[in-house]
């Protein structure tokens, strides 16, 4: 069978990840139109990932998170609440200790390049 899931649990997932997506959506008063068009995709592209027929990528789960204006992480705690909320403070703190360890002064621009074009707008 061709595109089915190993794992039965995936496909459990990719509904309960298409019902947060929804129920996001609902709230910000938006069509699947209009989803589709932050996103780049057509409405029926929204309509296949809150189906859950659509496996959301990884690239995908951080346009929703802009578009629907929830953290990446906040999608995923409602979707599996075995996913540990965000310890930013452990995390900034670690990310500065490393960062500041790096000695080339171009790779130190290259990653708060990268960071930049990460962060929500």
């Given at each position: ?9 995936h496909g459990a997932l990719d509904a309960l990840l298409g019902e947060r997506i929804r129920r996001r959506r609902r709230e910000l008063g938006l069509s699947q139109s ?88």
């Amino acid at each position: 069978m061709a595109g089915a899931s190993r794992n039965p649990r995936h496909g459990a997932l990719d509904a309960l990840l298409g019902e947060r997506i929804r129920r996001r959506r609902r709230e910000l008063g938006l069509s699947q139109s209009a989803l589709g068009g932050r996103l780049g995709i057509t409405f029926q592209q929204v309509q296949k990932y809150e189906n859950g027929t659509n496996r959301v990528s990884a690239t995908m789960l951080i346009k929703l998170s802009e578009a629907l204006a929830l953290s990446v992480s906040e999608i995923l705690q409602e979707v599996d609440p075995a996913t540990p909320p965000m310890d930013t403070e452990g995390q900034t703190a670690q990310l500065a200790a490393d960062f500041a360890r790096i000695q080339s002064a171009d790779m130190r621009a290259a990653i708060l390049t990268l960071v930049a074009g990460l962060a929500p707008r």
